[in-house]
T-cell receptor, first 113, second 111 residues
Framework: GENVEQHPSTLSVQEGDSAVIKCTYSDSASNYFPWYKQELGKGPQLIIDIRSNVGEKKDQRIAVTLNKTAKHFSLHITETQPEDSAVYFC????????????FGTGTSLTVIP | NAGVTQTPKFQVLKTGQSMTLQCAQDMNHNSMYWYRQDPGMGLRLIYYSASEGTTDKGEVPNGYNVSRLNKREFSLRLESAAPSQTSVYFCAIATSRHEQFFGPGTRLTVL
């Protein structure tokens, strides 16, 4: 089955700096890669996703890059703000062959004012 | 979390007791999921349902049963709760574009 690894497990940045979270996956059949933000006491919330026919996608201060050859994808948050503090999860899914999602173990991001 | 509701929000059980976690959606999507979340382990899939009347095991199905009652509801049952099942349980749906949306979660403690 798919194995998704996520690094780092914790990340602290100064407000205004950039944050980068990286994930690797093992199954070449995976072709959908979402990122979720989870605030304390709440369920994960989809913030951005990328499909394997695209190398990069951007939405305001958030961007995701995908390298299919190397089987890794990354979340980039620019101009970080205190409200970006949360746990972020990456996931991988082979949408052509099944309905399952495989999650990384999460990154706790703290933005220091 | 709009559109996916879970009940109860909190529950404390004694070892050996049974209970059912309820999940309902108001978005008319086919795919529904049950995950458990434990510290340092991310989200692990227990069971999922690709459509009404079908269910499939995920990564950690032992000790659980599910029922896709209709398109709107997907329940998770613990027949004989164990302390190892202490966790936060999330229900989720997936759209036709594969986007997942999660409910607010149920915090379960088994003593």
């Amino acid at each position: 089955g798919e194995n998704v690894e996520q690094h780092p497990s914790t990340l602290s940045v100064q407000e205004g700096d950039s944050a980068v979270i990286k994930c690797t996956y093992s199954d070449s059949a995976s072709n959908y890669f979402p990122w979720y933000k989870q605030e304390l006491g709440k369920g994960p919330q989809l913030i951005i996703d990328i499909r394997s026919n695209v190398g990069e996608k951007k939405d305001q201060r958030i961007a995701v890059t995908l390298n299919k050859t190397a089987k890794h994808f990354s979340l980039h948050i620019t101009e970080t703000q205190p409200e970006d503090s949360a746990v972020y999860f990456c996931a991988a899914s082979p949408i052509n062959t099944g309905n399952q999602f495989y999650f990384g173990t999460g990154t706790s991001l703290t933005v220091i004012p | 979390n709009a559109g996916v509701t879970q009940t109860p929000k909190f529950q404390v059980l004694k070892t050996g007791q049974s209970m059912t976690l309820q999940c309902a959606q108001d978005m008319n999507h086919n795919s529904m999921y049950w995950y458990r979340q434990d510290p340092g382990m991310g989200l692990r899939l227990i069971y999922y349902s690709a459509s009404e009347g079908t269910t499939d095991k995920g990564e950690v199905p032992n000790g659980y049963n599910v029922s896709r009652l209709n398109k709107r509801e997907f329940s998770l049952r613990l027949e004989s709760a164990a302390p190892s099942q202490t966790s936060v349980y999330f229900c989720a749906i997936a759209t036709s574009r594969h986007e997942q949306f999660f409910g607010p979660g149920t915090r379960l403690t088994v003593l």
